[in-house]
Each structure stands twice: as C-alpha cells, then as structure tokens.
C-alpha cells in the first residue's frame, strides 16, 4: 500500500493555470497512476492517468494539452498540469495508485484525500 498526499489546489481564475501535486510515501513507478476529479453532486470521473510503460492516457483527449499529467521518478511525485482553467473544472481532485486499467476508478487501490479546486470568473 501506498500513500498518496495531494496538494497544490485553491482559488484560480478562469484562463488561469494550476499544478497539482501528489506524493507517494514509495515508489509509483511501473504502475498505474491517476488524477480524478468529484465535483459536488457528480460522480467521480477520470482525468488522465500514467500506464506502468510511461506513457499518458487522458479521459478527453479533446483536451489534451490543457490538462498535462506528469511523474517525477525520482522523487515520487505526480503531476497534474491544469491550463487554461475553466468554471467546470472545479472538483475535488484526487490522485490514484495501484490501478489496473488507465481510468477506471474502480481498479484503484491507493487514494489521497484529495485537493479542492475552485474556480473564480
């Protein structure tokens, strides 16, 4: 087991960017990694996710390039890049580990407590 401390969310503006960070207690290297984000009254749903080879996948791939998940090896640490923010990306955000597949939150088995987003226009 893993554990998982998010930060880096709070008060953006609308347009604005964001970087969130999630740091593992042990290596999440060659394995599932995850964002997810919950809004309130919604269900939680998949952001983009790192494979066990390294490579990205994103849950809209419309939206690639606004968001941006990354890992630094070394030290752990997971990465969420949120550009060019928008009202409907407030959420609490949480990241993941241990999954099976990509974005499939049920295969998840270590989570954070997760960081708030808000988003100001």
Known sequence: QVQLVESG????????????????????????????????????????????????????DSETGRFIISQDKSKNILYLQINNVKPEDAAMYYCAAGGTACLSARTYIDWGQGTQVTVSS
């Open 9 to 60: 969310g709070g008060s953006v503006q609308a347009g604005g960017s964001l970087r969130l960070s999630c740091s593992a207690s042990r290596t999440i290297r060659g394995t599932y990694v995850a964002w997810f984000r919950q809004a309130p009254g919604k269900e939680r749903e998949a952001v983009a996710c790192i494979k066990p080879r390294g490579n990205a996948g994103y849950a809209d």
